[in-house]
Structures are given as structure tokens and as C-alpha cells.
């Protein structure tokens, strides 16, 4: 097996547990108080939980957010929970798809197009690799899995805990500046599990990205993961940045003070998680390591469950505050709380 199929392999076995959860730093989203309506004067079936995203309507503001490519289990991931994607009305994200730059014969782990013809794909790149490469190369990867927008990936702190990983990190922002001038659809500027800062979502909006996934901490460390893959010094530095990282909820406030449209995704595991980031400023929310494990443990159907479930949990939230459309829950009355109250407090 090659080095980047060796470790999209690891990543993918690693997520599948809780091992690579951040140990103490949390989402914060449980500092998001959602008032109680008594009285909501609705009906469960008038609610309309419909989106749109990238001119495409999804029947829920539900992503199942990037994670693999790239191997025979991986490709068997990918084309499954795009299936459920597509058939549910939700959006869908790839894995980075350096593996199929790198060994094109992994290609079909990523062409997931041929089973959800109607949903919006992400594709995904990592800003590094996105700045050595021209334009084109990059464009051929959007056209190849048939894409509605393209993920550009920002991970320097998995990446200096990576053996294999990326040392230099300059030239990320003109990248993003070229990459919206010249690509022919939306990007997006997706952190990978350490979050939005506020001056990162302002220099972004600045060269013209107007969409972020802010992927926040809480949820998987990616630090995590390639810490229990690496050795000696590596494996010192990634146990001490473990909880690395702007919590999810701070993320989405910020991005969105910034101007930003915001995928909500670290940590997010309930439709009452989703709710919450709603009423913060997303507009839709993305989940995947409790998917992956749910599809582990009981295969499509099991997914299916899981996230049949993160949407009525999503429309009982609506309904219990007063909440008809996704537009009346950004408005929703909330209290933010402890720590949540102390991040927001920070400035660009």
C-alpha cells in the first residue's frame, strides 16, 4: 500500500472511534440557551426546513461533512452516505482528493456523482496544494466528481503534527484570492478541527471568499489523530496542542460577523446542534464521525436511522421555539452562557 493510502486508511480506522475526540475543550454550543415557546401556534408538518445552497435546494440544512477518499473502504463510504445524501435531500463532502491527484486508480473512491445526481458536492483540496498547482489542475478536480463547489482545506496544525506533513504554510491567501478569481465555481475555506478566528474570517472575505465551513474544536482533533500515528518529538508536540483549536460556536459568530456564509461543522452530533448553530448564524450544519459510526455499526440503514433522527430532533427544536421556517430560528430569542460569552468577546 502506498504512503497516502496508508494513511487515508489510518484516518479512516481512527475515526471510527472516540479516540480522536478532543479530551477537554468542547463545541461550546451547549453555552446556547434556545428559548421555550409555549405557545408556537404551529403544526409539525407546516415546519419547512428547506435550504439553498449554491442555487441547489436541499429539504434540510444537514451536510455529511467531509471525510475520506482514497481506499477500497473509503470509496464504499463515500458512495453509501452520498446515496443517503442524495435521496434525503442533504448535502455531501468528499475527503481531500490528493490521493486521487497523487494515483489516479483511486478516482472512483471519489466520483460519487453516478449515485447522487441531484445533491450538492464538495469537492476538497488542501490550500497547500492548491498554491503549488495551476488553476487548471485544481479545475479538473472539480470537473472529474462533477462538483458544485470545492472545498479549500486549512490544516497547518494537523499538518506540523503530521510526519509526513507540510512545514510552510505562505502564500495560503493570494492561493484563496486566485482560486475565487479564476475557478468557475463557489469555493469554500474549510478549516479542518481548530476553527475560525475572527481575523482569519475578515483577511478571507477580504480577498473575496464568501462562504466558510468553519469546522471548529470540539469535535474530531485532527491533531489528535495524527498524534497516535506519530512517533517521538511529533507525538510530545501533538499531545500538548490535543485541544488546539476556536470552538465551533465562537467559529460560526465570528465568520459570520465577518460576513460569511457558514457551514456549521466540529462537534456537531444532534439536530439540537444544529439548531443552536442555526440560531448563531449558519445555515446549515454538517456531521461526520457520528455518521461514519453509525454506517460502522449498522451499515446504510444504520445511517440512515442515525440521521433520520438528527432531523426530527432539528424540527422539534423549531417547533418547541416558535420556529416555522430555517429564517424564524436564526432569529430565535438565546442566552449565551459562561465561556461562550467570553470567546465572543474577542476581536479581529
Same mark, same amino acid.
Given at each position: 500500500?502506498?504512503?497516502?493510502?496508508?494513511?487515508?486508511?489510518?484516518?479512516?480506522?481512527?475515526?471510527?472511534?472516540?479516540?480522536?475526540?478532543?479530551?477537554?475543550?468542547?463545541?461550546?454550543?451547549?453555552?446556547?440557551?434556545?428559548?421555550?415557546?409555549?405557545?408556537?401556534?404551529?403544526?409539525?408538518?407546516?415546519?419547512?426546513?428547506?435550504?439553498?445552497?449554491?442555487?441547489?435546494?436541499?429539504?434540510?440544512?444537514?451536510?455529511?461533512?467531509?471525510?475520506?477518499?482514497?481506499?477500497?473502504?473509503?470509496?464504499?463510504?463515500?458512495?453509501?452516505?452520498?446515496?443517503?445524501?442524495?435521496?434525503?435531500?442533504?448535502?455531501?463532502?468528499?475527503?481531500?482528493?490528493?490521493?486521487?491527484?497523487?494515483?489516479?486508480?483511486?478516482?472512483?473512491?471519489?466520483?460519487?456523482?453516478?449515485?447522487?445526481?441531484?445533491?450538492?458536492?464538495?469537492?476538497?483540496?488542501?490550500?497547500?496544494?492548491?498554491?503549488?498547482?495551476?488553476?487548471?489542475?485544481?479545475?479538473?478536480?472539480?470537473?472529474?466528481?462533477?462538483?458544485?463547489?470545492?472545498?479549500?482545506?486549512?490544516?497547518?496544525?494537523?499538518?506540523?503534527?503530521?510526519?509526513?506533513?507540510?512545514?510552510?504554510?505562505?502564500?495560503?491567501?493570494?492561493?484563496?484570492?486566485?482560486?475565487?478569481?479564476?475557478?468557475?465555481?463557489?469555493?469554500? #475555506?474549510?478549516?479542518?478541527?481548530?476553527?475560525?478566528?475572527?481575523?482569519?474570517?475578515?483577511?478571507?472575505?477580504?480577498?473575496?471568499?464568501?462562504?466558510?465551513?468553519?469546522?471548529?474544536?470540539?469535535?474530531?482533533?485532527?491533531?489528535?489523530?495524527?498524534?497516535?500515528?506519530?512517533?517521538?518529538?511529533?507525538?510530545?508536540?501533538?499531545?500538548?496542542?490535543?485541544?488546539?483549536?476556536?470552538?465551533? !460556536?465562537?467559529?460560526?459568530?465570528?465568520?459570520?460577523?465577518?460576513?460569511?456564509?457558514?457551514?456549521?461543522?466540529?462537534?456537531?452530533?444532534?439536530?439540537?446542534?444544529?439548531?443552536? #448553530?442555526?440560531?448563531?448564524?449558519?445555515?446549515?450544519?454538517?456531521?461526520?464521525?457520528?455518521?461514519?459510526?453509525?454506517?460502522?455499526?449498522?451499515?446504510?440503514?444504520? !445511517?440512515?436511522?442515525?440521521?433520520?433522527?438528527?432531523?426530527?430532533?432539528?424540527?422539534?427544536?423549531?417547533?418547541?421555539?416558535?420556529?416555522?421556517?430555517?429564517?424564524?430560528?436564526?432569529?430565535?430569542?438565546?442566552?449565551?452562557?459562561?465561556?461562550?460569552?467570553?470567546?465572543?468577546?474577542?476581536?479581529?
Amino acid at each position: 500500500m502506498s504512503d497516502i493510502r496508508k494513511r487515508k486508511a489510518d484516518h479512516l480506522a481512527l475515526c471510527a472511534t472516540d479516540e480522536v475526540a478532543f479530551r477537554e475543550r468542547t463545541t461550546l454550543l451547549e453555552c446556547v440557551e434556545l428559548v421555550h415557546d409555549s405557545l408556537p401556534e404551529l403544526s409539525m408538518d407546516e415546519l419547512d426546513i428547506s435550504v439553498t445552497m449554491f442555487g441547489k435546494k436541499l429539504r434540510a440544512p444537514i451536510l455529511i461533512a467531509a471525510m475520506t477518499g482514497g481506499t477500497d473502504a473509503a470509496g464504499a463510504v463515500n458512495h453509501t452516505l452520498a446515496k443517503i445524501a442524495d435521496r434525503r435531500g442533504y448535502a455531501f463532502g468528499l475527503g481531500s482528493q490528493r490521493a486521487m491527484q497523487r494515483e489516479p486508480g483511486t478516482a472512483w473512491t471519489y466520483e460519487v456523482r453516478k449515485v447522487a445526481p441531484n445533491t450538492v458536492i464538495f469537492g476538497n483540496v488542501g490550500i497547500i496544494q492548491a498554491r503549488d498547482q495551476r488553476t487548471e489542475s485544481v479545475q479538473k478536480l472539480v470537473h472529474d466528481i462533477g462538483a458544485d463547489a470545492l472545498c479549500v482545506h486549512m490544516n497547518p496544525a494537523q499538518e506540523v503534527v503530521q510526519p509526513e506533513g507540510d512545514r510552510d504554510f505562505r502564500g495560503g491567501l493570494e492561493a484563496f484570492a486566485r482560486l475565487k478569481r479564476e475557478l468557475n465555481v463557489p469555493i469554500i #475555506a474549510k478549516e479542518t478541527g481548530n476553527g475560525i478566528s475572527p481575523r482569519t474570517a475578515h483577511r478571507l472575505r477580504e480577498v473575496g471568499v464568501s462562504t466558510v465551513d468553519v469546522s471548529g474544536a470540539g469535535g474530531t482533533s485532527w491533531v489528535g489523530v495524527e498524534t497516535l500515528r506519530a512517533e517521538g518529538g511529533a507525538k510530545e508536540l501533538g499531545m500538548q496542542l490535543w485541544d488546539w483549536g476556536v470552538p465551533t !460556536a465562537a467559529s460560526v459568530v465570528f465568520a459570520r460577523q465577518a460576513g460569511h456564509d457558514v457551514i456549521a461543522t466540529g462537534g456537531i452530533r444532534s439536530g439540537l446542534d444544529i439548531a443552536r #448553530a442555526i440560531a448563531l448564524g449558519a445555515k446549515i450544519g454538517g456531521i461526520a464521525r457520528p455518521v461514519l459510526q453509525a454506517f460502522n455499526q449498522g451499515g446504510e440503514a444504520g !445511517a440512515e436511522q442515525f440521521l433520520e433522527r438528527v432531523e426530527n430532533e432539528l424540527k422539534t427544536v423549531m417547533l418547541l421555539t416558535g420556529s416555522r421556517t430555517l429564517s424564524h430560528l436564526a432569529r430565535t430569542p438565546r442566552v449565551l452562557r459562561g465561556a461562550l460569552r467570553e470567546w465572543l468577546e474577542l476581536q479581529a
